[in-house]
């Protein structure tokens, strides 16, 4: 399942070096691949990561436009990585937690424990 934290905002975007210096400092296991402008997919994929765990494998990928991140992996994976992700977007953007079919979702708030966005999760099933 592909789950999105995604924000809209027309006065602040997560830029691709920030997020890249991001994922250096917070998670240095992950690898990291900036797109190449022009490229097949860079449209779409910005910065790509792949962080493995005793939990299991996350994938993750920002969007372009800078306003929302695609996660695929284990639920308490990537909702290490939802919490990490409210943090680092400014506390005025609401961060939406959902799965690519939008069969949930919620706001995270800043505060934002990982068992509140599993529980966002579980609300679907």
Known sequence: MTYLAVFESDKWR????????ALADDWPQAQVKLAVPGSA???????EWLYRTGRGELEGYAHA??????????????????VWYRRIVPA???????????????LVPLDATKEDVIAVAERSF
């Open 92 to 106: 005025e953007e609401q961060v939406i937690f959902c799965d690519e079919a939008y069969s949930f979702d919620g």
């Open 14 to 21: 997560l830029e691709r070096d920030a997020l890249a210096r």
């Open 65 to 82: 436009d800078g306003q929302g991140i695609y996660l695929e992996g284990p639920i308490d994976v990537v909702a290490d990585f939802v």
């Open 41 to 47: 997919g860079s449209e779409v994929r910005d910065v």
